[in-house]
């Protein structure tokens, strides 16, 4: 199990200054409080929501932490000569030689608190740092990357010693230490393989294999996923699934539903199976196919980043999903869920508290902020009140993040 604690961004597409997002929580004693868990001495939120209106931001953030996470697992796959994955923000005169800037903080096993980061530009890594603090005591630099060169500790990195040298200028020199077989820099990079997830849920094709798997080999993810689906009452009562050959040496999985079928006195006398892809509705294919990543996720204790949660989505079933990462029932493992939404509704629905909602707006520039409601001062000097309408307020403006509209004559 693995905690993201804080992310920060900067000169990355929309992103001009570095913006930090947090899933630390605040002092405040809002509802529901089983979203905040106490790892010892951390505390953290199991989801967070990012509203803002089209085109401001909201996605960039999701796309920052992919491309970080690209950056990371790639790096030593480049050749001397190979661009990075620079994106930065190009409506500043200065921004568009000048590095982008990620860095993630999140908690390990045994309160093990990680901070590992890079700048760079499109040849080289400008700067890359890795700070490790272990049970709440002071923070220490593992390696600190800068102009000058490499500076490794001795005693905390030494696996990192005299590899200095073999690093090129666009690669990561974490991921190459991981490569040739360093313990605490393959720890860091197993974070990146595996301890988040960045998914669409407006394009969600593609992950619908990883759902048939699950249910083909009966894991225990697609026992998960059946219950929900039925807790949905979506309509069917299982899921079976068949695999054939459909080539030498490649097989499809077909996927199918199961209905009852009833008399005219509405007893149930058979069973009717339907091919999914064809009988179910687009929004049920959706479910389907996030399924796999979200019941992993929660079955593993994984970050889920999932830009547009309720694209093709019913209000309810988004509240459900918050849910499920809400409840010590059905996220026994602490799991979290990161998602960009325009659904207002769950402003209202009691299911975030103040400092899980954050927004994104661009500025006179066209250039991103980030911040939480918790950030926000009213023009009287108060704070959004956690037993205030938030739904209404957001629509008003009161917390900005919400389109521009011309009136319409």
Not at 255 to 269: A, R
Not at 312 to 340: C, D, R, V, Y
Request: hydrophobic share 35%; aromatic share 12%; charged share 25%.
């Amino acid at each position: 199990m693995v905690t993201l604690l804080q992310f920060t961004v900067g000169n990355y597409r929309s992103f001009h200054q570095a913006r930090t997002f947090s899933m630390v929580p605040s002092s405040i004693q809002d509802n529901p409080k089983e979203c905040v868990v106490a790892e010892g001495h951390y505390r953290y939120l199991t989801a967070a929501a990012v509203y803002g209106a089209n085109s401001s931001g909201k996605s960039n953030l999701v796309m920052a932490l992919a491309t970080m996470k690209r950056m990371v697992l790639n790096s030593v796959k480049l050749n001397d000569h190979d661009f990075l994955f620079y994106d930065p923000f190009l409506l500043a005169e200065d921004s568009g030689n000048q590095p982008t800037h990620f860095e993630i903080v999140y908690l390990d096993a045994d309160e093990t608190r990680v901070r590992y980061g890079f700048d760079y530009t499109l040849r080289q890594i400008e700067r890359e740092w890795l700070f490790i603090s272990k049970k709440n005591k002071k923070e220490l630099p593992y390696f600190v990357r800068d102009e000058e060169g490499i500076g490794v500790d001795e005693m905390l990195f030494a696996e990192g010693i005299g590899l200095e040298e073999r690093t090129n200028d666009n690669r990561l020199f974490l991921s190459l230490v991981a490569q040739l077989g360093g313990t605490i820099s393959k720890n860091v990079l197993d974070f990146f393989n595996s301890g988040y997830n960045v998914i669409s849920g407006l394009n969600s094709q593609g992950y619908e294999g990883l759902t048939e798997r699950q249910f083909l080999n009966k894991e225990a993810e697609s026992v998960d996923a059946l219950q929900f689906f039925k807790d949905l009452q979506l309509g069917f009562i299982d899921i079976e699934t068949d695999e054939h050959e459909i080539e030498k040496g490649r097989k499809a999985i077909d996927v199918f539903t199961v209905h009852n079928i009833y008399n005219k006195d509405g007893e149930i006398t058979g069973k009717q199976r339907f091919r999914f892809d064809y009988c179910e509705s687009q929004g049920t294919q959706k479910l389907f196919e996030l399924a796999g990543p979200l019941f992993e996720a929660l079955r593993h204790g994984r970050l889920l980043v999932m830009d547009e949660l309720d694209a093709k989505m019913h209000p309810l079933i988004s509240q459900h999903i918050i849910k499920l990462f809400s409840s010590e029932k059905t996220n026994q493992h602490h799991a979290q869920l990161l998602f960009t939404t325009h659904d207002t509704n769950l402003l209202s629905s009691h299911l975030l508290r103040r400092d899980q909602i954050w927004f994104t707006e661009k500025d006179k520039a066209e250039s991103t902020d980030l911040y939480s409601l918790m950030h926000i001062v009213l023009p009287d000097g108060t704070k959004p009140r956690g037993d205030g309408n938030l739904e209404r307020n957001y629509i008003k403006g009161r917390y900005g993040a919400v389109p521009y509209l011309s009136t319409i004559e």
